[in-house]
């Protein structure tokens, strides 16, 4: 058959680029490796020439992607299952990203640009670091070529595969229709990355993932040349890049979170959340531990550990996300494309070179001067260090339960309160750190006089002692690991910001690293006090149990609100006004109101929280917040009924079992038993009629509950009936209209009267106290990292 409105050219073309990518991406890596073994200025040009042509396949297969995208080229496999005609424009940049092969070419796009300004500033470096650099490079680029070599498929190429050919699609009617691309539509975006946070959170993080493989070039260049400590002063300002960037992504997914997703935080130790963190933990370790090494040498062993761990954590992350083994564990995370065995090999080759490069060099590595003094400030930089990798490794291992039972058959599962769990482990860590974070700055290398020390934080250490009580009387704190990393997170913003101010006068140019550890101690101390003391307001007091409703609900965290009615929620009063569809959304408009002296209530403001409706792949519901300056408060629907319901006339139907509930608009309606001799009286039934009948408990709006019993009738043994029953207060009629033997399940018929059907949802409401704090340390320490960054480029 020859199919019409095909565009088998924009396929080809990005195939093209992504074969050039891929062996040019080879050449550079062969040149690169071959000039640095020979010395050779010729292989060096080639090298740079094919990492050149390299540039332009990564560039162009990237541009022809968004190109097929923007156009709606559904008769292609990736942009069927991620775009459709109805989505909107600003989210098309999420579609390149929401599947394995554009994350790929986005990483790779990161890498390209990172390398384009590498080659200017890495002089004498060239050839060992790029050479590495593009063997990596190779390793992401084989993930999308989409070859079969020896009957092994290397990668999924996005251009390749047309929906027509597809073994999951081939077979449709609709293929069988020459112009089909006419009439063919997408699947669609995710509905949870159809948010503006996801337009820009993940470039953000790949460009933070890109950033540690400089640091990881010069370190393995660092042991090719023998060149132990040379390294480490290039390497620093990229380090320090890639802490700013990734930590900056980081906390955006929790913005994300925030924002978007319903489950109530900005932070659920979720395994793919936890992946992004772990290299974050151990690049700030390497980081600190370089900034030892420039002021007074440190063991080369630690950094070069640190170096390489961080870059390898990276690929070990994408590894976890896109394996599809996370599958069960995770919202975030890829399902499998058959790739598992090649993304383990690629992460097993970084091991096995960074492994290998150490101890073959470890005995050549040089000494430290002397011991470090315990009052030096390289010495707790280094216990700095090495709690952060043990925090890192406890994260990493939980994360890892997926593979290490995949590998050797255990039954590990985190416990179902992530939140306890993690805390347990990481609160005493990190008021560890954030203790080092205090006093560090005020130390000196090489040895510090305790009693100056101690003179120098007592300002900060007497206002971090008030403020943690302040906190712990107006909040009511009694937890000791919230009170100390209060007090230890208070402690690092003031002795930070004290040093901005008293020692560096208040120079912004050297403060970055100040800044950003005010920034670190305000991210703590916010995310301790927003979550340890969010309070949930939404208990239920509307008189409707609605555990009936949902066995997830609980009427401790849920209120159900009737429309245009006003309940106490809190120091609040609420009322639901209604809602309206506009798109794919439906807006719930929820009134929060105060009394005023005069006991009359006043409007105070109104919240939107929203469903968006998505048929392919569910509904989600999304969150709405109100910000004051000392709190927030944040609501999202946790039940709403979607559709208005149907008329009297048209009723509806429901196969349910014995303790299933059936819901009207006013009442709850729960199938407690069936009854073989059910009453009869009033029923006008024959002696030899077989009845069987439904016992039912109604709760109405007021929970009084009522009693109803609808009867199945068979007379002569052919002919079936029902004799219904109704709640008149409740306004509802049930009938009995049958069993069906093969479900076990039996079948129901409510009609209702237009004057019961009141519209209600079921909300939850949680008020985060001074998360404001958090938000502003992200921001401070993301400037502070990159004007740290900023100010050792411009020293050098």
Not at 200 to 214: D, E, M, R, W
Not at 224 to 235: C, D, I
Not at 254 to 271: H, N
Not at 669 to 679: G, K, M, T
Request: aromatic fraction near 14%; charge should be neutral; proline fraction near 3%.
């Amino acid at each position: 058959m020859e199919y019409v409105g095909e565009h088998l050219w924009a396929g080809t073309l990005g195939e093209a680029f992504v074969y050039l990518a891929f062996s040019a991406g080879v050449l550079s890596a062969v040149s690169y490796f071959l000039a640095e073994r020979h010395d050779s200025t010729e292989w060096k040009k080639l090298g740079r020439f094919s990492f050149i042509a390299h540039t332009i396949g990564v560039l162009g297969m990237v541009s022809m992607l968004f190109f097929m995208i923007f156009n709606q080229y559904f008769e292609y496999h990736y942009i069927w299952q991620h775009s459709s005609s109805d989505l909107p424009l600003r989210f098309i940049f999420s579609c390149f990203w929401e599947g394995i092969e554009g994350s790929f070419m986005l990483w790779m796009l990161w890498h390209v640009i990172l390398a384009g300004i590498l080659l200017k500033t890495v002089k004498s470096w060239e050839s060992p670091v790029m050479a590495v650099y593009m063997l990596v490079q190779v390793f992401l680029g084989s993930m999308i070529l989409g070859v079969s070599i020896l009957g092994y498929k290397l990668g999924s190429n996005p251009f390749s595969v047309l929906m027509r050919e597809h073994p999951d699609f081939a077979s449709l009617p609709i293929f069988q229709i020459p112009e089909y691309t006419s009439v063919l539509d997408g699947r669609g975006l995710n509905p949870l990355l159809q948010n503006y946070w996801m337009t820009i959170h993940p470039p953000i993080v790949f460009l933070g993932f890109a950033s540690t493989l400089i640091p990881f070039t010069y370190a393995i260049a660092g042991l090719w040349r023998r060149a132990y400590v040379e390294w480490v002063k290039p390497a620093l300002p990229w380090t320090f890049f890639g802490v700013g960037i990734l930590g900056t992504g980081i906390l955006m997914g929790g913005a994300w979170a925030y924002e978007a997703l319903s489950f109530g935080g900005f932070w659920a130790w979720d395994p793919v959340e936890n992946a992004s963190l772990v290299p974050w933990l151990t690049l700030v370790g390497a980081g600190h531990l370089m900034l030892i090494q420039r002021s007074k040498g440190v063991s080369v062993l630690s950094l070069f550990i640190f170096t390489c761990v961080s870059l390898i954590l990276v690929q070990y992350s994408s590894f976890l996300t896109k394996s599809g083994i996370l599958g069960e564990t995770s919202v975030h995370s890829f399902t499998d494309l058959g790739m598992t065995g090649h993304l383990a090999l690629c992460l097993i080759a970084l091991v096995v070179l960074s492994v290998g490069l150490i101890i073959s060099r470890y005995k050549e590595f040089p000494n430290a001067e002397k011991e470090e003094s315990i009052w030096s400030r390289e010495f707790w930089m280094f216990i700095g260090a090495l709690i952060l990798l043990i925090s890192a490794f406890q994260i990493g291992y939980s994360t890892s339960f997926p593979v290490i039972n995949k590998i050797f058959g255990t039954e590990l599962a985190t416990p179902s309160n992530v939140h306890e769990y993690y805390n347990r482990w990481q609160l005493p860590l990190a008021i560890i750190v954030a203790l080092f974070v205090s006093v560090g700055q005020f130390l000196k290398y090489k040895s510090t006089d305790p009693k100056t020390l101690i003179k120098k934080l007592s300002v900060s250490l007497s206002l971090s002692i008030v403020l943690t009580l302040v906190f712990a009387l107006s909040l009511e704190i009694s937890n000791a690991f919230i009170l100390g990393l209060t007090f230890t997170s208070s402690f690092a913003v003031l002795a930070n910001l004290d040093y901005l101010l008293r020692i560096l006068n208040g120079n912004l140019k050297k403060g970055g690293s100040s800044i950003a550890h005010v920034g670190f101690g305000l991210v703590l101390l916010g995310a301790v006090i927003s979550t340890s003391q969010q309070e949930v307001i939404s208990e239920n007091t509307s008189l409707f149990d609605v555990t009936k409703l949902d066995d997830g609900f609980t009427n401790t965290e849920n209120i159900l609100l009737m429309k245009d009615d006003t309940l106490l929620m809190g120091t609040y009063f609420v009322s639901y006004r209604g809602k309206k569809k506009e798109g794919h959304f439906i807006h719930y408009q929820v009134d929060y109101l105060a009394q005023n002296s005069e006991g009359e209530l006043d409007s105070v403001f109104s919240l939107f929280p929203f469903i968006q409706l998505n048929p392919r792949m569910g509904n989600v519901a999304e969150p709405y917040t109100k910000h004051y300056l000392d709190r927030d408060v944040y609501t999202y629907i946790a039940y709403a009924e979607i559709e208005d319901r149907k008329s009297e006339e048209k009723g509806s139907s429901h196969e349910i079992e014995v303790g299933d509930t059936i819901f009207s608009r006013s009442s709850f309606i729960v199938l407690d038993s069936l009854n073989r001799f059910p009453n009869r009286e009033g029923s006008n039934l024959r002696e030899k009629d077989m009845a069987l009948g439904a016992s039912f408990s109604v709760y109405d709006v007021n929970t009084e509950k009522h009693l109803m019993e609808p009867l199945f009738v068979i007379r002569d043994r052919r002919l079936t009936f029902s004799v219904p029953d109704s709640v008149r207060s409740a306004g509802i009629k049930v009938f009995f209209d049958g069993i069906d033997p093969e479900k076990q399940k039996f079948k129901f018929r409510l009609l209702e009267q237009d004057d019961a059907k009141k519209e209600f949802i079921v909300m939850k409401a949680i008020v985060f106290p001074y998360i404001n704090i958090l938000w502003l340390g992200c921001i401070l320490m993301a400037l502070g990292s990159f004007l740290a960054v900023f100010n050792r480029i411009r020293k050098k």
